[in-house]
């Protein structure tokens, strides 16, 4: 959900969040009242919508996890050695 708020071409809000991660409205809502509390992501009341921003700490931890994925699928799965019957 960090990577998806790295788009600032877009206005995010908790349900465009949820839609575009896969995930339900209730659990993106919890998810940003953590990363609120944590500091990674400050919010502004529009009426009964928040508009989402990543803080520079969001934005680092963002960088942090995509780099991760990267090495991750970026790793050569070896095939197991077929056992000898």
């Given at each position: 959900m ?11 809000h ?13 659990h993106?809502?919890k ?29 680092e ?6 780099s ?6 970026s790793?050569?799965v ?6 000898q019957?």
């Amino acid at each position: 959900m960090l990577s998806a708020l790295t788009d600032h071409e877009r206005e995010w809000h908790i349900t465009d969040l949820a839609r575009e991660s896969g995930v339900t409205y209730v659990h993106t809502s919890k998810f940003v009242k953590r990363c609120e509390e944590s500091g990674m992501i400050e919010s502004e009341r529009h009426g009964r919508v928040k508009k989402l921003v990543l803080t520079e700490k969001g934005e680092e931890i963002a960088r942090s996890v995509a780099s991760i994925l990267e090495k991750i699928n970026s790793v050569e799965v070896k095939s197991a050695p077929r056992a000898q019957k």
